[in-house]
């Protein structure tokens, strides 16, 4: 068992690695990752929240972190975003309970305005951090098609800097899945003018689709 660390103390960083059993399946891993500790993120929050959805789904849909209500209800996609994106899945023809979903990293990660906990992006060293994690969920799962939900998901499944406005849509990667880029659905609840959200929500829609035809 390791030892743990206190939220205040210093991050170390030595990522998941030593945390992630070894030929897992899903459920194995969702159990063993409440003993991360591979980067600081598990100390403020309530708990890791993991995955939902088929261990053998053939399209992956990977977002950035738990938000405030997934972070309360153990859940991935079950606040104001997961509506957006249940929306979109339906809107390109695929099933919301035949994708397996997932996040780049597995723990909020907040700031505390009063009894507010305002989400705060994950840095680069966080998303290495968890990468195992991913890694392992790829290996169990083997989609034919992997979605990433924003430019923290894209970093984290292709190892890059990635420009969402210039990649989104296309078929990347290739070797044991494809890999397609769109936007985060949480994206489209920020937007100020939302006039725009029809034309945003039929932009994640196509990228959707586009997974839903990869993956045949
Ligand atoms: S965010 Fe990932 S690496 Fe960091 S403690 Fe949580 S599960 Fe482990």
Same mark, same amino acid.
């Given at each position: 068992?390791?030892?743990?660390?206190?939220?205040?103390?210093?991050?170390?960083?030595?990522?998941?690695?030593?945390?992630?059993?070894?030929?897992?399946?899903?459920?194995?891993?969702?159990?063993?990752?409440?003993?991360?500790?591979?980067? %600081?993120?598990?100390?403020?929050?309530?708990?890791?929240?993991?995955?939902?959805?088929?261990?053998?789904?053939?399209?992956?849909?990977?977002?950035?972190?738990?938000?405030?209500?997934?972070?309360? %209800?153990? %859940?991935?996609?079950?606040?104001?975003?997961?509506?957006?994106?249940?929306?979109?899945?339906?809107?390109?023809?695929?099933?919301?309970?035949?994708?397996?979903?997932?996040?780049?990293?597995?723990? /909020?990660? /907040?700031?505390?305005?009063?009894?507010?906990?305002?989400?705060?992006?994950?840095?680069?060293?966080?998303?290495?951090?968890?990468?195992?994690? =991913?890694?392992?969920?790829?290996?169990?799962?083997?989609?034919?098609?992997?979605?990433?939900? #924003?430019?923290?998901?894209?970093?984290?499944?292709?190892?890059?800097?990635?420009?969402?406005?210039?990649?989104?849509?296309?078929?990347?990667?290739?070797?044991?899945?494809?890999?397609?880029?769109?936007?985060?659905?949480?994206?489209?609840?920020? =937007?100020?003018?939302?006039?725009? /959200?029809?034309?945003? /929500?039929?932009?994640?829609?196509?990228? =959707?689709?586009?997974?839903?035809?990869?993956? #045949?």
């Amino acid at each position: 068992m390791p030892h743990a660390r206190t939220a205040e103390s210093k991050p170390a960083r030595p990522g998941a690695e030593e945390w992630v059993p070894a030929s897992a399946d899903v459920a194995q891993l969702a159990q063993a990752v409440h003993d991360c500790r591979g980067c %600081e993120l598990w100390g403020p929050a309530t708990q890791a929240v993991f995955s939902s959805g088929p261990d053998d789904a053939t399209v992956m849909l990977v977002g950035e972190q738990p938000g405030d209500r997934e972070d309360r %209800e153990g %859940e991935p996609f079950v606040g104001p975003a997961g509506r957006v994106l249940a929306d979109a899945l339906h809107a390109a023809g695929l099933d919301a309970e035949q994708v397996y979903v997932t996040n780049a990293v597995k723990h /909020f990660r /907040f700031t505390e305005r009063g009894k507010q906990r305002l989400h705060k992006k994950p840095d680069v060293a966080h998303i290495r951090a968890c990468g195992p994690w =991913l890694e392992a969920e790829l290996t169990a799962v083997r989609p034919r098609v992997v979605v990433a939900l #924003g430019a923290t998901a894209a970093r984290a499944l292709l190892g890059r800097e990635v420009r969402i406005g210039a990649e989104r849509g296309q078929l990347l990667d290739g070797e044991t899945h494809d890999v397609v880029v769109t936007t985060h659905p949480s994206s489209l609840l920020r =937007l100020r003018d939302r006039s725009e /959200f029809g034309e945003k /929500f039929g932009a994640l829609v196509a990228d =959707l689709r586009t997974a839903a035809e990869a993956a #045949g």
